[in-house]
């Protein structure tokens, strides 16, 4: 049967070393560390501002979740994780987020933090999966598929009049499906109540993803102008004239006439 270790296996030196961080810039949860008994740690699988995302097990039934640690001086109370979960609770007809599962608290190297659960899906960050590419970018059929599953997905949360906030190549995870992509968004970022101009900066970001995942600066000049017309030069006023939601985006990639070869 499975136990806890003991202070001195796995669990006891993830706590010794998360005792050690005392500014909690990280966690630093070791592998295997037991998680108020009901989850084994796996991993980390990223970190930002706000805190630590790590993939555990329920020790239970053996399924995957993904639990999001908040440092404690970014989130004072527990507020932003409150926000996040009912946002989460909110959108989750929207199949781009992940699925909000639970909170739980967790007594780690005397104190007790909470973490928000959701359910992880297999897949890799934009960033390595470009990484591993030909010139380490998509050619721009392959980029304006992969905009298109992204914009879709987001079109739905800015269809309810929220926004995502933090859309970059660490917080979207890619699989290839079929002839196009599937993608999901780990995180959300809170810059206050929605607003317009959050719907905006999302469609920016998208904007923006397109020209680095067709090679960014280096070869924008070179591009045909099916890309061109998305990314405007990364000029904000010139995009928002184009595209004020994702929705809008959208439709404009599944209208698209190619005139370059």
């Known amino acids: 049967m499975e136990g806890i270790p003991p202070p ?3 669990a006891g030196e993830g706590l010794a070393m998360a005792a050690r961080k005392r500014d909690w810039h990280s966690f630093d949860i070791a592998k295997d560390t037991i998680l108020g008994g009901k989850y084994r740690v796996l991993g980390l699988l990223g970190a930002g501002w706000e805190g630590e995302v790590y ?4 020790r ?11 440092f404690p001086h970014r989130d004072p109370g527990n507020r932003n994780l409150t926000y996040y979960a009912r946002k989460l609770h909110r959108l989750r007809h929207c199949p781009i987020l992940l699925r909000y599962y639970t909170r739980e608290s967790f007594q780690l190297a005397g104190r007790r933090l909470t973490c928000l659960v959701s359910d992880y899906v297999e897949g890799e960050p934009l960033s390595r999966f470009l990484a591993r590419q030909p010139g380490k970018r998509l050619d721009p059929f392959q980029a304006l ?10 079109a739905c949360i800015h269809a309810v009049g929220e926004y995502h906030g933090d859309l970059h190549g660490e917080n ?19 810059w206050g109540n929605a607003r317009r101009v959050n719907i905006q900066e999302d469609v920016c970001d998208l904007a923006r993803l397109l020209y680095d995942i067709t090679g960014g600066r280096r070869l924008y000049a070179n591009q045909p102008p099916e890309i061109k017309g998305i990314c405007r030069g990364l000029k904000r006023s010139l995009i928002l004239e184009s595209f004020r939601t994702a929705g809008q985006l959208r439709r404009h990639l599944e209208r698209l006439e190619w005139t370059s070869r």
């Open 172 to 190: 979207i995870i890619v699989r290839r499906r079929g002839l196009g992509f599937g993608v999901r968004l780990l995180d959300l970022f809170r």
């Open 60 to 70: 239970g039934t053996g399924i995957d979740r993904a639990a999001k640690f908040f």
């Open 8 to 10: 001195g296996g796995a």
């Open 145 to 154: 598929h992969l905009l298109h599953a992204l914009a879709d997905g987001v």
């Open 55 to 58: 993939l555990v097990r329920e």
